[in-house]
């Protein structure tokens, strides 16, 4: 199944030939040349992955993948600069699955452009299974050896055990 990716950016030029060029590398595309549209096409379709330039207005880059973060959490997310933006960056750092390449970008952004939908995939894989086996093995586990959920949370609480989470950053 192709990937799907969403092109936003306010240069018309910029958008079309890289819709273009992951077109020619196999991926169903979409342009965008603002923010406002991008959300407005996110209502309507669902997309794997969002690219999108720093600098738009009046909803930047950055503003722009915060809300589709909030509304799609699991789409893959890249940022394209043109400027050394410390706004950008620290957003990038700080934010799970946000990918940050400068403009010009070379083949460096298909290299990332793979990478950041492998991640998405892994996540869903990681949640779908997550759902599915670990309230099972949790309940055969509790079953076995007859551990009540409530002496399970002082053995967690007091630090004698492992707990490995599921949860996303945030999450609870």
Not at 26 to 42: D, Q
Not at 77 to 92: F, M
């Amino acid at each position: 199944m192709k990937s799907k990716i969403l092109i936003v950016d306010d240069d018309p030029m910029v958008r079309n030939l890289l819709s273009e060029q992951l077109q020619i590398h196999g991926y169903t595309t979409a342009v965008a040349a603002s923010g406002k549209e991008a959300l407005e096409i996110l209502l309507k379709e669902e997309f794997d992955l969002i690219i999108s330039d720093v600098r738009m207005y009046p909803m930047d880059g950055v503003e722009l993948l915060q809300q589709v973060s909030i509304l799609y959490p699991e789409m893959a997310k890249i940022l394209l600069t043109g400027y050394n933006d410390e706004h950008a960056s620290e957003y990038a750092f700080e934010s799970e699955g946000v990918f940050k390449i400068p403009k010009p970008y070379g083949e460096e952004l298909m290299i990332v452009i793979k990478r950041a939908l492998e991640t998405r995939m892994l996540k869903r894989r990681i949640k779908y299974f997550g759902q599915k086996l670990i309230p099972e093995y949790a309940r055969e586990l509790l079953e076995t050896y007859g551990v009540s959920r409530e002496e399970l949370a002082v053995e967690v609480a007091e630090g004698n055990t492992t707990v490995f989470s599921l949860a996303q950053k945030g999450e609870v």
